[in-house]
């Protein structure tokens, strides 16, 4: 027994060990040289941006809205190591008395080294942040921006292109119209919009390329930067936000990303984008130009003109300055005449000479003016707080996981490829002992394979269905960011396609092992033993799914496992059965749900057998008394075991709700 015990734990942990290290499924790669032959080489990257970007009649109205925001100063708590070095302050200000304006069909670029505070104010005029406190006004067309309602009317691209790995570029642009254009729209007219929008960030060859995962397959970086575009672009925004939309990309590629940028913004958008040390052609196709200095401070705000001569004839009138090179990169330049270097050898604050520039009261009498509504417009507002109610939600939702799961393979395939090898070897190995039960030694082998039937494979579910959930809970966050759907009806969809996908492998595992091992064929014994496989698939599932939204990281998840799953195993009722656990430790035997399983199939199968049964050193008995003495197992029970393994699975699931949803480890 010790042995074969010993064959299927090691059998499992190579299994286990196998599925974490499989590597996502391929996606299509042809797409990239697809596209390289689509595009032409004899003009340069963004000559041939300005030439391809059109005019594009979206078939869906939108509102154009301006933003404009005065005085803002954004602190955070003063981090631990900066207190340890002497600095007294409670609070560090990341942001000191920003104020500018974003208009509709307006390309803004945000600008500034590193640690000038570009992202943050992002951040902080989108309502990302999810830390830290904001002062100063910030107004949508004259109305106080309130966060609910512009998270309706907003778009925000993040750095990090995060999109669900398993699915296609058309499933994914579809999935984020369905649950964020409005509810009036027709399925008809919402897929019209779908096919515009991929047209627009020029996407429609790519329509049926897996997403993948970054630097692994699927999409290039600069795909995938379109494709955020597009899963934004695709909910009618009035404004967008985009963080570093460039950033990692060659000329001929960001010039790609520019172009779809600017067909946004020539559709009457307001367009915001951060950008970190941009070449001459990406710099000069923006319209205006907000520039950061280190500490959150504005050092110009303002249009850039053409070839940036009003951005250069404002700092070549700054005394000392060096005046530009010819031909020289105008970003470049700004950035080297206004570094703390140059602050320091001229002996200015450039902060200072921008507050009181000129400049600074053109803006101020901008800022002015777009606080006050313009006639006609009315503050926005929705009768409810998502674009779908919760029906539709779990609809949308159950359609992108069901997806997301069946182009998985190494997820699903492997996993009922092992269930089938499982099910072959516990059946081989415990053939036929259910046809004979004469004596103790014989009760004890059937409840070694109820035990392994039910351990071995619901703790490979357990760890594998991590990696998978860790993935789409990363995606997720953007998701609830984004005001896209209830995280209740994202829990219940997942949840749902997992389940479905246990009642096949539960069935499967049913069909190979109950007839090998020669349990008693008799309906309702055999769908006893169905309902408690199943079951227990689905709560080591779940409980798996638990962990990884209580947790920061999957591997901190993993570790949490390593500890739960011996406790089970030791608790389970057969290593130690029920009445030889020490009383102080015997009720976690009821709060383990492995126990309640091979309680329940042991009962099922076994709890009313009345045949004669022989033990050793002892009277012979029944094998229902000998479970009911010996082992505290009484058929009668059985009703309540099945209400406990509901309790279990219902107990789980809602854990693992409230979790995601109150519970964000992306701090910003």
């Known amino acids: ?346 002996n200015v604050n450039f902060a200072e000479i921008y507050a009181n520039s000129e400049l600074y009261r053109e803006n101020q009498q901008l800022i002015k003016e777009l606080s006050v509504p313009p006639p006609g417009y009315e503050d926005l507002s929705f009768p409810t707080k998502y674009s779908q109610n919760f029906y539709n939600q779990c609809i949308a939702n159950f359609w992108k996981q069901y997806k997301s799961y069946w182009k998985n393979p190494p997820h699903n395939a492997m996993r009922f490829l092992m269930t089938m090898i499982n099910g072959l070897v516990f059946g081989t190995v415990f053939w036929q002992k259910g046809t004979k039960i004469g004596s103790q030694q014989d009760l004890f082998n059937l409840l070694g394979a109820t035990y392994a039937a039910v351990f071995f494979l619901g703790a490979a579910n357990c760890i594998t269905v991590q990696p998978v959930v860790s993935i789409e809970r990363t995606v997720f966050y953007r998701e609830k960011a984004a005001g896209m759907y209830s995280p209740l009806s994202y829990a219940f969809a997942q949840t749902c396609v997992e389940v479905m996908y246990n009642i096949v492998q539960g069935i499967e595992y049913t069909a190979i092992i109950y007839a090998m091992i020669g349990y008693e064929w008799k309906a309702a014994k055999f769908f006893y033993f169905l309902f408690f496989i199943v079951s227990s698939f689905n709560y080591f599932t779940l409980f798996g799914m638990m962990l990884v939204s209580l947790t920061p990281s999957s591997m901190l998840a993993n570790i949490l496992i390593s500890f739960v799953l011996p406790l089970w195993n030791l608790f389970a009722g057969f290593l130690v059965v029920r009445p030889l656990i020490p009383i102080w430790w015997r009720w976690y035997y009821w709060a383990n749900p492995v126990s309640w399983t091979i309680y329940g199939v042991v009962a099922s199968q076994f709890g009313d057998n009345k045949s004669p049964l022989k033990v050793p050193g002892g009277s012979d008995t029944f094998v229902k008394q000998f479970l009911e003495d010996n082992l505290g197992i009484k058929h009668d029970f059985l009703g309540y075991v099945v209400l406990a393994h509901f309790a279990f699975i219902i107990a789980f699931f809602f854990v693992f709700g409230y979790s995601i949803k109150v519970l964000n480890f992306q701090k910003r």
Request: hydrophobic share 40%; proline share 5%; glycine share 8%.
């Open 1 to 346: 027994m010790g042995a074969i015990l010993g064959f299927t734990i090691l059998f499992n942990i190579l299994y286990i060990l196998a599925l974490t290290h499989l590597s996502p499924p391929s996606g299509s790669n042809t797409v990239s040289d697809q596209e390289n032959e689509n595009e032409t080489n004899t003009s340069t990257p963004m000559d041939e941006a300005t030439n391809r970007a059109t005019q594009t009649q979206i078939t869906l109205p939108f509102q154009p809205l301006a933003l404009s925001f005065n005085h803002v100063n954004y602190y955070v708590d003063m981090p631990a190591e900066m207190r340890e070095q002497g600095f007294a302050e409670s609070r560090l200000q990341l942001l000191s008395d920003i104020s500018g304006a974003f208009r509709p069909g307006v390309l803004t670029a945000l600008v500034g080294v590193s640690g000038a505070g570009k992202t943050t104010l992002m951040d902080v005029l989108a309502g990302r942040k999810t830390s830290g406190s904001i002062e100063g006004s910030i107004t949508l067309s004259g109305y106080p921006k309130k966060q609910e309602t512009f998270a309706r009317i907003s778009g925000y691209c993040e750095q990090t292109d995060i999109h669900s790995p398993n699915v296609t570029v058309y499933e994914s642009i579809l999935y984020s119209a369905w649950l964020r254009l409005s509810s009036d729209v027709d399925e008809k007219t919402r897929k019209l919009f779908v096919e515009e929008v991929m047209t627009l960030v020029e996407l429609d060859v790519l329509r049926n390329a897996m997403v993948g995962l970054p630097g692994v397959d699927g999409l290039s970086t600069e795909q995938r930067k379109r494709l955020t575009i597009a899963v934004e672009l695709v909910a009618n925004p009035s404004i967008i936000f985009m963080d570093e939309p460039t950033s990692g990309l060659d000329a001929r590629a960001a010039a790609i990303v520019m172009r779809a940028v600017r067909n946004t913004v020539n559709t009457g958008r307001t367009v915001v984008c951060t950008i970190h040390q941009p070449s001459i052609d990406i710099f000069e196709s923006f319209d205006e130009l907000l520039l950061m200095k280190r500490g959150g401070q504005v050092i110009y705000a303002g249009e850039l003109g053409r070839h940036s001569y009003k951005l250069v004839e404002y700092f070549e009138a700054i005394p000392g300055v060096e005046k530009i090179t010819q031909g020289y990169n105008p970003a470049t330049w700004m950035l080297e005449v206004s570094s703390p270097l140059a602050e320091a050898r001229l």
